[in-house]
């Protein structure tokens, strides 16, 4: 199907984008206005971070359209797979990583996922809800965070659902152990050994 004209004049920078940092070799930060975004991406100093959501049907026209895309990136980032996936394919590396929703205060406990394409001089990131990784690393961007290359800034959002995942799977363990607790004591005593052999 291809785009009418109205989608194609919406197909704007600006479109779809959430926000938009250009990096100074350093790892040093600023934001970028989103009219601006097209002009950070061709910058040859440093390095740009662009993050964007799909329920914004024009960011799927800027997508397409993008020149600095190849096809697979394109294909990645606007297709419906949910398996977890890293291609190199040329300077671009491709991929789609989990991470936990975001809501207004904090993340949830359901997995969805993050779509990205990366090259030495731009990370462009896509999600169709808001994502608790990026999230928190965007805010250590504004306290001062540097990322002097994209790889360190990906990797950061990785470890940061890492660190969740543990932190959720810790709380999952102690709800757990007041469950059996409260179990074991209405049990009969007969049956507690019983239960701790199972827990085992």
Sequence with gaps: MTASRADTADATPESGIIWAYHFQPDGSAAPVPVDAVERALADPVGWTWVHLSLADTRCRAWIAQNAHLSELARETLLGPEEHLRLDVLGHEIVGV???????????????????????????????????HSV??????????????????????????????????????????????????????????????????
Excluded: C, Y
Excluded at 107 to 123: N, P
Excluded at 148 to 164: C, G, Y
């Design 97 to 131: 990583v989990p991470d936990l929703q975001q809501e207004i205060s904090q993340h949830t406990d359901a997995i969805v996922r993050l779509r990205f394409v990366m090259s030495e001089r731009w990370l462009i990131s896509v999600r169709r809800t808001p994502v």
């Design 135 to 200: 999230e928190i690393n965007r805010r250590a961007i504004e306290a001062g965070k540097r990322f002097p290359n994209a790889v360190s800034l990906l990797d950061a959002v990785i470890d940061q659902f890492a660190d969740a995942v543990s932190r959720m799977a810790e709380r999952l363990g102690n709800e757990l152990d007041g469950i059996e607790d409260f179990v074991m004591g209405d049990e009969p005593s007969d049956h507690r050994p019983r239960i701790g052999r199972i827990r085992l």
